[in-house]
């Protein structure tokens, strides 16, 4: 990989630009590299944050098919084993009922329904396969401030003054994404007026290695297992009553989490910084324009309820990498028009379902009004009664293999309902 500050004040030509080196876009320019394409990664952050990136809080599950990607890529090898944690079984709580709804891994065709790995660790991980491939350019600490596609090239002018050109733009600045604005795509966006509140904690009680996604009255919290008796913490709340939470004093969060808890996980004890993400849905109209693609959550941005976001980074950037191998092999142009297409088509068939199904569970999983109350229940009854859905939600999280397989979402059924 070349260094930041190539010769500044030229028009340099790639084929390829990426602009945002955040994990998905770090992904893609890794699927691309050694493709014989020159690529450049324009990114805000200066590569210091990129090679050692903090703790955000951020615990991502991983599919089987995203992880399938990761070892593709070289990531996943990049990882420390004990970063890497099983994910077995998932159990979805309503209000104080139990049982409630559980995601057994039994009920597909593998020992665990998934993988947990934070957030810093992914990056490190894209980043550091990155970091020795021939024929990308890495520009940090600059950003794309303006955007112009032509016949032949698209004109991207930097922060810095730096002028780039290149066959095809592939935009992966996260969920609010300015390059996709300067393109005038819409985007349909979700707020949620709700934030989310991440850390790590320690518990008395065992998790089992299953999380907990617990839609309870006037909070929703969940509980990703990581290592024995601990865990990451998520709980969601408006805004103000987060911030309270931010500033408690260590002993007073972890009392107040405790109670939060009902108790169920014994005592607690704060384990890591904590973080706050305000809550916002994002899908575009459409994922590419003239010369122009998105990935990452600047293609969708989910709500981490379904803890899809990445999932879907990873296979977004799979899908149009594929198609640009393709194209590569026989010399075509990596910003071709029926390609674009053809990209955007399966990325809108792959999470189009599952974006909008996530709308509808938090419109009323955060409603306590009573009717809602009643039609929580009964969803979720009926969801646990009904063996076939059951399969298929476990299948779509332990399918691997190809993305445009994996991009069906009539597959996980297909197999549920035969199985
Ligand atoms: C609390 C929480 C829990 C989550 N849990 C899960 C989970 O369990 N499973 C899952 O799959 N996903 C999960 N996600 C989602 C996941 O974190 C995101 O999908 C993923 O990090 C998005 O990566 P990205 O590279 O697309 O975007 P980002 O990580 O947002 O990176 C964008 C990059 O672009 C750069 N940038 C922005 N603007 C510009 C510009 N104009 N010019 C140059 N560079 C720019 C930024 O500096 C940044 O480096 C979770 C998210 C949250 C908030």
């Not at 298929?392 to 991009?407: E, P, T, Y």
């Amino acid at each position: 990989m070349r260094p930041s500050g190539a010769a500044a004040f030229l028009i340099v030509i790639f084929d390829i630009v990426i602009v945002g080196a955040g994990p998905a876009g770090l992904s893609f320019a890794r699927s691309l590299a050694g493709s014989g394409l020159d690529l450049a990664l324009v990114e805000l952050q200066p590569e210091a944050a990129l090679a050692d990136p903090a703790f955000d809080g951020r615990e991502i599950a991983l599919t089987h098919h995203s992880v399938h990607l990761l070892q593709q890529l070289g990531t996943w090898r990049q990882i420390p084993p004990q970063g890497i944690h099983t994910l077995r079984d998932a159990l979805v709580l309503d209000g104080r009922r139990m049982p409630g709804l559980r995601i057994d891994h039994n009920d597909g065709p593998r020992s665990q329904l998934g993988y947990l790995v934070s957030n810093q660790l992914l990056r490190r991980a894209a980043y550091a396969v990155l970091r020795n491939q021939e024929r990308v350019t890495l520009l940090c600490g600059r950003r794309v401030v303006g955007i112009e596609p032509d016949g032949e090239y698209s004109r991207l002018q930097l922060s810095d003054g730096q002028q780039l050109q290149a066959r095809l733009v592939v935009a992966a600045d996260s969920r609010f994404s300015e390059t996709r604005r300067a393109m005038g795509i819409p985007a349909d966006s979700h707020d949620f007026g709700k934030t989310m509140l991440v850390c790590r904690m320690r518990h008395d009680q065992p998790h089992g290695q299953v999380a907990w996604e617990w839609f309870g009255y006037g909070q929703t919290l969940a509980l990703l297992p990581l290592d024995e008796g601990e865990s990451s913490v998520v709980l969601t709340l408006p805004h103000n009553a987060i911030q309270g939470l931010m500033a408690a004093t260590e002993a007073a969060f972890a009392t107040a989490m405790e109670q939060r808890f009902d108790g169920r996980l014994g005592r607690m004890q704060l384990a890591s910084t904590r973080h706050a993400y305000p809550l916002v849905g994002v899908y575009p109209r459409r994922f590419t324009a003239q010369r122009f693609a998105l990935v990452g959550d600047a293609a969708v941005g989910m709500h981490p309820v379904t803890a899809h976001g990445f999932n879907f980074g990873l296979l977004g950037q799979d899908l149009l990498a594929r198609e640009i191998h393709g194209l590569a092999a026989s010399g075509g142009d990596p910003g071709e028009a029926r390609m674009l297409e053809r990209f955007g088509r399966d990325l809108r068939r792959a999470t189009r379902p599952l974006y909008l199904a996530t709308l509808l569970i938090t419109r009323l999983y955060t409603n306590d009004a009573p009717p809602a109350r009643l039609l929580r229940r009964a969803v979720l009854s009926a969801a646990a009664s009904l063996p076939p859905l059951r399969r298929a939600v476990a299948h779509s999280l332990m399918q691997a293999g190809d993305s445009r397989q994996a991009a069906s979402p009539l597959r996980g059924l297909l197999h549920a309902l035969r199985g």
